[in-house]
């Protein structure tokens, strides 16, 4: 991910972006209105009333105004009810979403191109071509609010529901998950087999500030990395939180890097208060455990959506496993950068670790749960086999703890990967 789509993406989710951008847009065109008289050709013009003018822009005025204050009072509720049925931490993701951000603007932007009109119709003196351009701005946002209004009628409807979010936050995974940097090593050197240098003062480079890793800047760290002659070796990657004057690389060279340049380096890591879906493929993993956990939770006791979220989770898997080795077989970007790669028991435990803990009790989310598992094993990934295996045992310890019948224990422990000869035996 290049710099410039990291902060695209980052504006991108701000609800107010799309709004400001097209008020300024009709802002711009009244003001071209009134330059432009003279450059329409008087058999192109038609001669509209400035009274007539004012009114259609005050009942758009009006009539904006309105919807507007109910479409955002709409988009507060159903941002309210998104963080109480799925997670606080996925409302950014739905404030990401297009179609709303696109919606408001229409609203956002007649109105306001309705009340300027209306200002400097009062205030200047527009001339029939004038006149004749506001007006082809007036038909022009009236015609984009219809449609724009038969598009949030069915959006509306299915803003800040379960199922919708879901299908947003599972978006957002498989963008971070299918991405051959974002899940491999951010197109920089593998660590495995080659053991990290020694550190020490004119070689460690430590973290500018506490928060999480949001963007590693990797064409700048290999710039770095050739001009000084030498290699970087990152410690971590994005998602993780270091706090101030933590280590977070080595650089590997024949002399002491001064402390200035050093400092350039570890600016090279973005950092935040909250961890980002856009380069974070274990943060989107979480986020859905997120829901599936509150979805076990006593309050709500909807397994069904926990089983849902558990064959999300088994598309996501395979995405990454298929992505992983797309990436090992492509060329490395940045040679001189080494970047520790994502542990796939940590993704497996982000995934599964509080659905096996918070499901325990309930033998169809551990059938389901052990099938999961079972079918990320046959994706032939050795160190996700590895992990599916640690999370099985785990699980099934929680399950053993959780279930009261010894037959429901059974069933639990009967699905799912090839058991020990030991464990069938017994």
């Keep these: 991910m290049t710099k410039l789509r990291f902060y695209l993406e980052k504006t991108r989710s701000k609800l107010w972006v799309r709004p400001v951008i097209l008020s300024a847009a009709a802002v711009l065109w009244v003001c071209l209105s009134f330059m432009a008289d003279a450059a329409i050709p008087p058999d192109m013009r038609v001669k509209i009333e400035k009274d007539t003018l004012i009114n259609l822009f005050s009942i758009l005025a009006s009539s904006m105004l309105t919807v507007a204050t109910f479409s955002v009072s709409a988009v507060a509720t159903a941002f309210g009810s998104v963080a109480s049925s799925a997670s606080p931490r996925a409302t950014s993701i739905v404030m990401g979403d297009t179609a709303v951000q696109s919606t408001l603007a229409a609203f956002l932007a007649s109105f306001i191109y ?40 069915d959006r509306v409807s299915r803003l800040g529901k379960l199922d919708d979010t879901l299908e947003r936050v599972k978006r957002s995974a498989k963008v971070a998950l299918t991405n051959p940097d974002l899940a491999d090593l951010l197109g920089g050197a593998v660590q495995t087999g080659t053991e990290r240098p ?26 770095h990395a050739r001009k000084l002659d030498v290699r970087i070796w990152l410690d971590v990657r994005p998602g993780a939180y270091v706090p101030e004057g933590e280590i977070i690389g080595v650089v590997d060279g024949q002399t002491a890097i001064p402390e200035e340049t050093l400092e350039e380096i570890a600016r090279c890591l973005k950092m935040d208060n909250v961890r980002s879906t856009s380069a974070d493929p274990r943060f989107s993993m979480l986020l859905l455990s997120e829901v599936a956990d509150r979805a076990l939770s006593p309050a709500v006791n909807d397994p069904g959506t926990a089983i849902a979220i558990l064959a999300i989770q088994v598309e996501l898997f395979h995405g990454w496993v298929k992505t992983r080795r797309k990436a090992r077989g492509m060329e490395v970007k940045y040679r001189s950068v080494h970047v520790p790669e994502i542990q796939a028991m940590d993704l497996v435990y982000d995934a599964f670790g509080s659905i096996a803990r918070d499901g325990a009790s309930m033998v169809e989310v551990g059938v389901r749960l052990q099938k999961t598992l079972s079918m990320i094993h046959r994706l032939g990934d050795r160190d996700l086999q590895q992990a599916a295996e640690e999370m099985r045992r785990i699980s099934l310890g929680f399950s053993d703890a959780a279930l009261v019948l010894e037959e429901q224990k059974r069933v639990v422990r009967g699905t799912g990967m090839e058991r020990p000869v030991a464990e069938r035996a017994g």
């Design 114 to 153: 309705a009340v300027v009109s209306i200002t400097a119709l009062s205030a200047m003196n527009f001339g029939v071509g004038g006149r004749f351009m506001l007006f082809v701005g007036f038909v022009l946002l009236v015609s984009w609010v219809l449609v724009s209004f038969l598009h949030w009628v």
């Design 198 to 223: 020694e550190g020490g003062p004119g070689r460690d480079f430590r973290a500018m500030g506490f928060g999480y890793i949001q963007y590693v800047d990797m064409e700048e760290l290999q710039e």
